[in-house]
């Protein structure tokens, strides 16, 4: 049997606290610190703790270069080699071995940064909710707990040398710049018209022409910047209450403007998803649509390989069309939402995508504002 190691591996040194009875009863300090080995790799996705011996074998096994299993055991011990093959942190080229190298294969050819694979994968919540420790703390609490903020603004000159600006005209723009906010009163029973959701879809991320830069090789321009030309969010739509759109998951596809069925649902079975997907933000849950951005890595990663800054890119990206979807709600008349607080476990299990190839940034929202003010909106007053 050959083995080699995962692609991707990050060990941490974590220190645990904790109250160190023994010491408090013989009068000493009163804190203890543990620390253990955790490892982190992005193809598992779980945190795994491993000893010194362990370790020590991850650090001596070649992530490219299959060796022999009996030299590796002979090197590094029997046991270490047993249990790190069995937590996929070494991989075999034996069938038993398929599942856990398969996963290391699909990040392989993904072609991610190291470090932003990690980042993804370790940072993605399944099931948070309040009840679990989500928090959503008003500012006064914050002001309680960390003292005031550091200030809104700073001055790089303190010799009053600065140059004083014109105060800009106003211009068309202006009446829907003004107008954005991040709506937290929806109108939970008011519907997006048709007209309305189509406009949003085909303007935030529909398609306005196709490009082809070299043989095979093709563009879309879209309405938003994006890194490299090559849009790799994809938009899927929770309709809660689209008229003429049956309430269910969608895939929006941007050259054909057409919303492709993934699952159809009882509203109820909506309602508990949008809840889910923006981590128990009752405050979202009520919008009649909902748009998931999921930035398809391979798009991006097949120019920016392995490259420092194209995880980066990929949240800039979703970041200019949430930007111009607000902006597209507001001049129908709708206020619009975005956030990064999502589940976005549970958002891949719900449209069964491969967090190692579509990784869920950001879930927006919007829909007719109730009118009430239950949940704090930070209008513009003139
Ligand atoms: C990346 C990002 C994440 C956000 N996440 C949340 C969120 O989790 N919950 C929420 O209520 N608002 C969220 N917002 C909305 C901001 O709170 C809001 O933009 C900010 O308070 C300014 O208000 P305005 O958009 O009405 O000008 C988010 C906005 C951005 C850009």
Same mark, same amino acid.
């Given at each position: 049997m050959l083995v080699r190691r995962c692609a991707v591996l990050f060990v941490e040194p974590r220190e645990d606290l904790d109250v160190d009875w023994a010491a408090l009863f013989a009068g000493q300090g009163a804190i203890g610190a543990t620390i253990q080995w955790v490892a982190l790799a992005p193809h598992l996705g779980d945190e795994i703790i491993i000893d010194a011996a362990e370790l020590a074998a991850l650090g001596g096994v070649s992530l490219t270069l299959w060796q022999e299993r009996a030299a590796c055991e002979s090197q590094f011990g029997t046991k270490p080699v047993a249990r790190l @093959? !069995? @937590?996929g942190l070494l991989l075999s080229d034996a069938p038993e071995g398929a599942p856990l190298r398969e996963r290391d294969e699909v990040l392989r050819s993904q072609h991610w940064r190291p470090l932003?694979?990690?980042?993804?994968?370790?940072? #993605?919540?399944s099931d948070m909710r309040v009840d679990k420790g989500m928090q959503f703390p008003s500012f006064e609490e914050l002001v309680d707990n960390y003292g005031t903020p550091p200030a809104p603004t700073i001055d790089r000159r303190d010799d009053g #040398?600065?140059?004083a600006l014109p105060q800009p005209e106003r211009s068309c723009l202006d009446d829907t710049l003004f107008q954005r906010y991040t709506g937290r009163n929806f109108d939970p029973s008011a519907a997006l018209p048709l007209a309305a959701a189509s406009r949003l879809l085909q303007r935030a991320f529909g398609s306005q022409g196709e490009k082809e830069m070299a043989p095979d090789a093709f563009v879309l321009k879209k309405l938003s910047p994006s890194a490299?030309?090559?849009h790799p969010t994809e938009v899927y739509v929770l309709a809660q209450r689209v008229e003429g759109i049956a309430p269910g998951l969608y895939h929006y596809q941007p050259t054909r403007h057409a919303l492709e069925p993934l699952a159809e649902m009882a509203?109820? !079975?909506t309602e508990e998803l949008a809840l889910r997907m923006v981590a128990d933000q009752d405050w979202f849950q009520p919008a009649p649509m909902l748009v998931i951005l999921v930035s398809r890595v391979e798009r991006n990663f097949w120019k920016y390989r392995n490259h420092a800054k194209a995880y980066r890119a990929l949240l800039l990206d979703a970041g200019h069309l949430s930007q111009t979807f607000y902006l597209l709600a507001t001049e129908a008349g709708m206020p619009a939402f975005v956030t990064a607080a999502v589940n976005e476990i549970d958002i891949e299990r719900a449209l069964g995508l491969d967090p190692l190839k579509d990784m869920v940034v950001a879930v927006c929202g919007c829909g007719p504002a109730s009118g009430a003010q239950n949940t704090?909106?930070?209008r513009y007053e003139p």
């Open positions: @093959l !069995e @937590l932003s694979a990690a980042l993804h994968m370790y940072s #993605r919540w #040398r600065s140059i490299g030309g090559l509203p109820a !079975e704090i909106e930070l």
